[in-house]
């Protein structure tokens, strides 16, 4: 357990060694504030096993609150149906993704706590903190959202700023870190179009933090505006995908 935040009542934490094997490297963060918590992109069925047990280290057993889910891939939502049975959690789930929950084995009886949420976003209070859920529409996928947390000012950013392949959990040196993101983001982000409309956004905001989804997370002000400059910038996706529509012989 690695952690990002921790004041008097507010604590941050990040989860980066539960997978295994070969699934893809993913981090799990907790925001708990007093004795309740949100769990962001729990992950799938085996990090589930490994991850509940140790949500209770930081709240008490009711104390999970809320389920972000940022998108519908696997190594987000496929153990949900096992989070909704066991907590009296509410769950988050972009509304583009609501009628494909059920296909993960969600049950009927635990669909009633999704909240589904609008394409604009929405505000969501822990212990009588505002926790921004915000649009991060197509990066990488067509329903997809972050989370600001203003008290900690961490900005969870799902994939985007993911890295894969590097061993070290903060980011110290920005240009040797580009080699871990390049490959992974010119291939599932899906336009520079998409990235500047993020930016622009996320710059208005006051950001400590990125916290990705996978690898490294970006640390102090001048990483944070590195990484916003940096993917601002990137020929991605449709921008690369000349030629690349052929049929095989």
């Not at 295994?20 to 925001?31: L, R, T, W, Y």
């Not at 040196?173 to 179009?193: C, L, Q, V, W």
């Not at 500047?196 to 989804?213: R, S």
């Amino acid at each position: 357990m690695i952690t990002l935040f921790e004041s008097e009542d507010h604590k941050c934490v990040m989860f980066n060694d539960l997978t295994s094997g070969a699934m893809v490297q993913a981090n799990q963060h907790v925001i708990a504030d007093g004795k309740e918590a949100m769990v962001l992109d729990p992950g799938g069925h085996k990090v589930y096993s490994h991850l509940f047990p140790l949500i209770s280290s930081l709240v008490p057993p009711d104390g999970l609150k809320y389920i972000f889910f940022s998108h519908q891939d696997p190594d987000i939502i496929a153990a949900a149906n096992g989070w909704l049975m066991v907590t009296e959690a509410r769950a988050f789930l972009p509304e583009l993704w609501m009628r494909f929950i059920p296909h993960f084995g969600v049950d009927h009886l635990v669909m009633e706590r999704i909240t589904p949420v609008p394409d604009e976003g929405m505000t969501v209070m822990l212990n009588g903190k505002a926790l921004k859920l915000i649009p991060a529409h197509f990066l990488h996928s067509p329903g997809n959202f972050q989370v600001y947390d203003p008290v900690s000012k961490i900005l969870y950013s799902g994939d985007l700023g993911a890295s894969l392949g590097n061993d070290y959990i903060y980011v110290e040196d920005f240009d040797a870190h580009i080699p871990y993101m390049e490959g992974f983001h010119t291939r599932y982000m899906p336009s520079n179009k998409a990235l500047k409309l993020w930016a622009e956004m996320v710059k208005t905001l006051d950001i400590e933090i990125i916290a990705p989804q996978h690898g490294a997370v970006f640390s102090g002000k001048d990483n944070v505006s590195r990484f916003i400059d940096w993917v601002s910038g990137l020929r991605c996706g449709l921008d690369r995908m000349d030629g690349s529509f052929r049929i095989p012989e």
